[in-house]
């Protein structure tokens, strides 16, 4: 069974700080490139970062640049965002993805709300 489950979303004020977790279970984590996408209401979802076997960073969404630290631990099957300097723009579902390097497959947790509000 195929499980990427998000943690550390929640209430936080303009200029905080968050850090999110997705444990990863049923596949070879340390083969999957792990990325951070986000999707507000009515809006289209978006990368934020994505991060390659080796803890490599790919992808980092502009709006986020400088604020945002993706790393992954393979030997806890996790990958981390840190997020700085939180604005209320940042309020989204913040959810994480697999994707195989070597195929086509892809995965995807349920997502975790993240609220930057005052």
């Known amino acids: 069974q195929v499980q990427l489950v998000e943690s550390g979303g929640g209430l936080v004020q303009p200029g905080g700080s968050l850090k999110l977790s997705c444990a990863a279970s049923?596949?070879?984590?340390?083969?999957?490139?792990m990325s951070w996408y986000r999707q507000a209401p009515g809006k289209e979802r978006e990368l934020v970062a994505s991060i390659t076997t080796t803890g490599g960073i790919t992808n980092t969404a502009n709006s986020m640049e400088g604020r945002i630290t993706v790393s992954r631990d393979n030997a806890k099957n996790t990958v981390y965002l840190q997020m700085d300097s939180l604005k209320p723009e940042d309020t989204a579902v913040y959810y994480c993805s697999a994707r195989f390097v070597l195929g086509s497959r892809n995965y995807w947790g349920q997502g975790t709300q993240v609220t930057v509000s005052t």
């Open positions: 049923g596949f070879t984590f340390s083969n999957y490139v």
